[in-house]
Nanobody, 123 residues
Framework: QVQLVESGGGLVQPGGSLRLSCAAS????????MGWLRQAPGKEREFVAG????????VYADSVKGRFTISRDNAKNMVYLQMNSLKPEDTAVYYC????????????????WGQGTQVTVSS
């Protein structure tokens, strides 16, 4: 059974940083593209960042490019999202997502995702 469990969310001031973690189980991470999605109150879920199976290539939404970094450790079955220079508009529930197709993650239709972790950016 595929399971993705996010952690690391919380309250942070504008300009601060957070590191989200995603623990994957029930499948072999090596064969999956992984990513992060988010959903702000009153808005649709949107793509944030993605990383290919081997980890050699990443893609980001324009709104987070240069501030967020996605990474993965297949040996530990972990995926991470380092978020720097956070802005109030980054406030959302962040979801870890996995699929054999990175494209499906980018169009917000991944085969698997977690329960989400809340990130709130506020002074």
């Amino acid at each position: 059974q595929v399971q993705l469990v996010e952690s690391g969310g919380g309250l942070v001031q504008p300009g601060g940083s957070l590191r989200l973690s995603c623990a994957a189980s029930g499948f072999t991470l090596d064969y999956y593209a992984m990513g992060w999605l988010r959903q702000a109150p009153g808005k649709e879920r949107e793509f944030v960042a993605g990383i290919i199976k081997g980890g050699g290539s990443t893609v980001y939404a324009d709104s987070v490019k240069g501030r967020f970094t996605i990474s993965r450790d297949n040996a530990k079955n972990m995926v991470y999202l380092q978020m720097n220079s956070l802005k109030p508009e980054d406030t959302a529930v962040y979801y870890c997502a996995g699929d054999q197709s990175l494209h499906k993650i980018m169009v917000v239709t991944p085969g698997s995702w977690g329960q989400g972790t809340q990130v709130t950016v506020s002074s």
